[in-house]
């Protein structure tokens, strides 16, 4: 008779640590998921997350935009060149040189405003390059296979009251994996809608970089398009960081304070996420 017992509360216990391995096993591929996702998904530029999308911004930007920017352009250029007719005296010491300056920055800023999205592109592909190098790295080291073995042997050794407990701990470490996985979304999808409209406005900025008094608004932009373009690293490293720190669930003594330490490391994940774009603007010197 008591075999028989020991046999249904060996079962249950195999049960169990089957059903927390699996819930641990799919937690952890739910990370490598979100890492690939991540890295496939702020890895592209603008044109190649959404050509339809790109599309209509580019545009939008070409009909709408670039015709206002051509007309800022105008006036900065005949502003900059009054006063640098002005400046020295009414003309009393002109320097002719200065109006080859003048024909220069006008083909400089014409070539600017005529090639925006080249340069934008050129920043985006730029930020690509970084990120496509770094999920390799940080790829190669999320392998969970060692630390799951680990977990199973503590497991093996708990009894059947603590698994119980244990198994439904896991469940709620599973769905903070789905919270992650919302986050990710709503971070990188606003990151994606916030680049699409700073690029539909860029050649107004643009037309005003040649000029001294008026230059710092092109450079303030260019300065928050490299924040936006980066901020995708940014992320990257902050889920990389998470799939690290879960690794440590094997190490602890305690699996139960593991676990719940990693229901932390969640709710910090979530919150860091958020972080990224202010993060990556103060970086950059950008406001």
Not at 61 to 86: D, H, K, Q, R
Not at 256 to 272: D, P, Q, S
Request: with cysteine; glycine share 10%.
């Amino acid at each position: 008779m008591f075999g028989l017992f020991d046999s249904i509360a060996e079962w249950f216990r195999g049960l169990f640590v089957d059903g927390i391995m699996g819930n641990f096993t799919r937690m952890f591929d739910e990370v490598n998921r979100e890492i690939n996702n991540i890295a496939s998904q702020v890895g592209q530029t603008p044109e190649g997350w959404n050509s339809g999308v790109f599309s209509l911004i580019r545009t939008l930007s070409e009909t709408v935009i670039i015709p206002i920017a051509g007309m800022i352009l105008t006036f900065v250029l005949c502003y900059e060149l009054i006063t640098m007719i002005i400046e020295k005296n009414n003309m009393a010491e002109f320097d002719t040189f200065n109006i080859f300056k003048w024909i220069f920055k006008t083909f400089v800023a014409t070539y600017i405003l005529t090639n925006t999205f080249n340069i934008v592109m050129g920043v985006f592909g730029l930020a690509q390059w970084v990120v496509n190098g770094s999920a390799g790295i940080i790829g190669s080291s999320l392998d969970m296979d060692l630390a799951l073995a680990d977990l199973e042997a503590q497991l093996l050794l708990m009894g059947t009251g603590e698994l119980i407990g244990l198994y439904f701990e896991s469940l709620i470490l599973s769905l903070a994996m789905k919270i992650i996985s919302l986050c990710v979304f709503i971070v990188i999808y606003g990151r994606m809608i916030e680049i699409y409209l700073t690029c539909s406005i860029a050649p107004i900025p643009f037309s005003t970089m040649v000029n001294r008094e008026w230059g710092h608004i092109g450079n303030s932009y260019l300065k928050t398009l490299f924040a936006l373009a980066f901020q995708g690293f940014l992320i990257m490293v902050c889920v990389a960081i998470y799939a690290i720190l879960l690794q440590g669930i094997t190490s602890s003594g305690n699996i139960h304070t593991a676990i719940w330490g990693c229901a932390g490391y969640t709710v910090l994940l979530c919150f860091t996420l958020f972080k990224t774009g202010s993060m990556s603007k103060q970086i950059f010197g950008s406001h």
